[in-house]
């Protein structure tokens, strides 16, 4: 996990520089009223804003979903665990559960919200809220680390959340996701 | 009594306690607090806003627990006061029983939130939108008691449609608590000592010793489309056999009675996310037919008249987060309580051959009110939120007799509101 924020860091540094650069440059040729290399740095620019773009949003943490070994699934499809994480399926059969465990670490938090939900982090904790206040769910048990949150599903029946694709599992079972 | 323990335990929560919720043993708790300003410029609205008032505060508190699977349990008890509304009398805001047997069927039992539109049941709740205020000609203050909730069972569920997305629905049959001094009835009183004064009585007094209706039936429908972030829904609702009866003085004693033969209203919403990007479009029709009486001991005849009033409003709102910690909104409100008097031609005259002189006309724009607003969010922590908004109006749609003078008669006018919340 260090070694990917670590190498996250450097690639966002790299971004960051790229672009400041191409600023320098492009307020040279301004100043030096140079309309076609003013035309030709703004492409650049607008190129390398892009492409910093798309390669920061791949800089976003893959994530796998992980269950108490209590849940007689192994496979969910995309609707479902998008179900599951909105509280619209509450049980996983008549004896056990669901029970909601939520990783509030930011790259994993974003990424979950956003692939498997659908929606931004505040619009899922408005979202959750929402039900909280309506009485219509209890709100998810919520973490910071990975570990905690690790150690939480592994002792409590029923539960499902999710962790960085690069994390070690120990006494939980990944849910493999199908279309 | 209730507002102290309510008190201690938000102060246990808030010095004490360290945390995003309290649980003991398998319950839950959570909570808010939140406490605005309000200040108008030209007329008061829903308080007595011209001076600027702080008389703008809720209060919230739930328990809820799992008992089985697929079983829950909780209740929440709330408060508010806005004005003379609310005055921070403890209700029982939801309590109820909850059976999911299926995602497609689940069945409640209790007192739920009146769902309707897309915000009827989250409307004391302000940290779950931009605003401060949700718009006033689709979600009236002036039903916000009476629809606070339903006495009665439901059910609910999510329908798959395969490629067609999800079909969500939630079909209500019970009670609403109507009480002679909260909500419709309370508006009424004022209305009807105002009726009588423009016959030339003064000192007019009325009092509405009971209301009460039948069963309330309620279904909102939802369709999340294969659109992603497109969600469609509408929502119907009709109350049976509303009546208040009313004593009052005008000269001597008389007595007066409302009998409303239909009562529905019905929204149609529409809602489109697009990352931190929400456009919400919604329009609300209310059909009100109802007898009213009037009679003096002292005259051997009644009064009778029979009014259908049909309200109609729209609004469209976009609001968009550009960070964790702020987000932005604006929100094109209109609101007409007579749909086929839009431009103000009928209520102008109607005022005229009550008043009986023209000197005493309604001006046209009582027939509409158009708001502007423009809302900022700042979610200071997880817990804190604070907002600000501004409200330009045009039209007098939304004036309220009990707030305001006779003299008070302004077709633009602004309102200012500020709020802070603390959620747990």
Redesign the interface.
């Known amino acids: 996990m260090r070694k990917r924020y670590a190498s996250d860091t450097l690639l966002s540094f790299a971004f960051a520089y790229s672009l400041v650069a191409e600023l320098i440059r492009l307020k040279r040729a301004y100043e030096k009223n140079n309309t076609m290399k003013l035309k030709h740095q703004l492409s650049v620019l607008l190129l390398t804003i892009l492409f910093s773009i798309s390669a920061i949003d791949s800089l976003r943490a893959e994530i796998v979903i992980i269950a108490n070994p209590s849940v007689d699934t192994n496979t969910l499809t995309k609707k479902e665990i998008k179900r599951i994480f909105l509280g619209r399926r509450v049980k996983w059969n008549d004896t056990l559960q669901i029970e909601i465990v939520v990783l509030k670490d930011p790259p994993v938090y974003k990424e979950f919200t956003k692939k498997i939900t659908k929606k931004s982090v505040s619009q899922f904790t408005n979202w959750w809220r929402k039900l909280m206040f309506t009485g219509k769910a209890n709100l998810p048990k919520e973490f910071e680390t990975e570990n905690e949150l690790l150690d939480y599903i592994a002792k409590t029946k029923g539960a499902i959340g999710y962790v960085s694709s690069a994390t070690a599992l120990e006494g939980v079972k990944k849910l493999e996701i199908s279309d | 009594m209730k507002k102290v323990l309510f008190l201690i335990i938000f102060s246990y929560i808030f010095f004490v306690g360290n945390v995003?919720?309290l649980e003991f043993g398998d319950v839950?708790i959570?909570g808010?607090i939140s406490q605005g300003y309000l200040r108008t410029d030209k007329i008061n609205y829903l308080a007595d806003t011209k001076e600027g008032t702080f008389e703008f505060n809720e209060m919230?508190l739930?328990f809820?627990t799992?008992l089985?699977?697929?079983l829950?349990a909780?209740?929440?008890i709330f408060s508010y006061d806005l004005g003379e509304r609310g005055n921070d009398e403890i209700s029982l805001d939801?309590?109820?029983g909850?059976y999911?047997w299926q995602?497609w069927l689940g069945v409640r039992i209790g007192a739920?939130?009146t769902a309707y539109g897309l915000y009827n049941?989250?409307r004391d709740?302000d940290?779950?939108?931009s605003g401060i205020f949700l718009p006033a000609g689709v979600y009236p203050e002036i039903v916000r008691d009476d629809m606070q909730s339903i006495r009665g069972a439901s059910i609910y569920g999510?329908i798959?449609m395969y490629f067609m997305g999800d079909l969500?629905y939630t079909a209500t049959i019970g009670k609403h608590i109507f009480t002679p001094d909260k909500g419709f009835a309370a508006a009424a009183e004022l209305l009807l000592v105002t009726e009588v004064s423009q016959f030339g009585y003064e000192n007019v007094q009325a009092d509405i010793i009971e209301a009460d209706a039948g069963f309330v039936k309620n279904i909102v429908l939802k369709w999340n489309t294969p659109i992603?972030?497109l969600v469609l829904g509408t929502s119907y609702y009709n109350i049976d056999d509303y009546y208040w009866n009313a004593v009052g003085e005008a000269g001597e004693l008389f007595l007066s009675s409302m009998t409303m033969h239909n009562w529905f209203g019905w929204v149609y919403s529409l809602q489109y996310?697009w990352?931190?990007l929400?456009l919400t479009y919604e329009s609300y029709g209310m059909v009100l037919d109802y007898k009213s009486r009037f009679q003096y001991p002292s005259i051997p005849f009644v009064l009778d008249s029979d009014t259908r009033d049909h309200q109609e409003s729209w609004y469209i709102s976009v609001t968009n987060?550009f960070s964790?910690y702020f987000?932005l909104g604006f929100t094109y409100n209109e609101y007409y309580p007579d749909r086929n008097d839009k431009d103000g031609s009928k209520i102008n005259r109607e005022a005229e051959v009550g008043a009986g002189s023209a000197g005493n006309r309604l001006p046209d724009y009582y027939a509409w009110a158009k708001s502007k607003t423009i809302s900022a969010r700042f979610?200071l922590t997880?817990n804190w939120c604070a907002k600000l908004e501004y409200t330009s109006t045009d039209g007098q749609a939304f004036y309220n007799n009990a707030e305001n003078e006779e003299s008070d008669k302004e077709q633009q006018w602004s309102l200012y509101a500020a709020k802070i919340t603390y959620?747990f």
Request: net charge negative.
């Open positions: 995003f919720a839950s959570h808010f919230a739930n809820s799992i089985t699977p697929g829950r909780g209740l929440q939801w309590c109820y909850d999911q995602s739920m939130k049941e989250t709740i940290i779950l939108r999510e798959s969500s992603i972030g996310t990352n931190d929400v987060r964790e987000e979610d997880s959620m």
